[in-house]
């Protein structure tokens, strides 16, 4: 078992232009946070949605059953409570309903008190044209990081 656990979204940046981060604590079971422990879990194809208490979920998050869990084991992509404080909650409910944005998560951790927490950000997707323009800039800068090795 690892002592860091930090599962991330590394399509996240690339499918989406980040505008604001949060953390957020997540409710999990006794299974979960177990089988999140022995780092088996994924955010890629995830995302968050409000319910209508104004509540936060995470939705489509992939926490694989526990291995020795009996008939107490858990769904696999059971909806997730996120905790956040009623501000943050209604900032980003505003940026959502008003001008259409998502929330995403980028990163599953475990902190030094041993709670699972998950960071979240408001984002908005990027267009093809912008994607080509990551992966242009993303190859140049290799190439210069080559030529620079080179050189020295």
């Keep these: 078992m690892?002592?860091?656990?930090?599962?991330?979204?590394?399509?996240?940046?690339?499918?989406?232009?980040?505008l604001d981060k949060y953390t957020a604590g997540i409710v999990l079971t006794g299974?979960?946070?177990?089988?999140?422990?022995?780092?088996?879990?994924?955010i890629t194809?995830?995302?968050?949605?409000?319910?209508?208490?104004?509540?936060l979920f995470v939705i489509n998050m992939t926490i694989e059953e526990y291995i020795y869990g009996t008939y107490y084991n858990h769904r696999p992509k059971a909806e997730r409570?996120?905790?956040?404080n009623?501000?943050?909650?209604?900032?980003?409910?505003k940026e959502v309903q008003n001008t259409g944005l998502t929330i995403i998560p980028l990163k599953?951790?475990?902190?030094?008190?041993?709670?699972?927490?998950?960071?979240?950000?408001?984002?908005?997707?990027?267009?093809?044209?912008?994607k080509r323009e990551t992966i242009k800039d993303r190859d140049n800068k290799r190439?210069?990081?080559?030529?620079?090795?080179?050189?020295?």
């Design 143 to 152: 190439n210069l990081d080559r030529i620079k090795k080179i050189y020295k």
């Design 86 to 93: 009623k501000k943050e909650l209604k900032k980003l409910y």
């Design 108 to 130: 599953l951790f475990i902190n030094d008190k041993g709670y699972a927490k998950l960071n979240i950000a408001l984002a908005k997707g990027k267009k093809l044209f912008d």
């Design 45 to 55: 194809e995830s995302f968050c949605e409000f319910n209508e208490q104004g509540e």
């Design 31 to 42: 299974t979960e946070i177990k089988s999140l422990r022995s780092s088996k879990a994924s």
């Design 81 to 84: 409570k996120l905790l956040l």
């Design 2 to 18: 690892q002592k860091n656990i930090n599962i991330q979204n590394k399509k996240a940046r690339f499918l989406y232009e980040i």
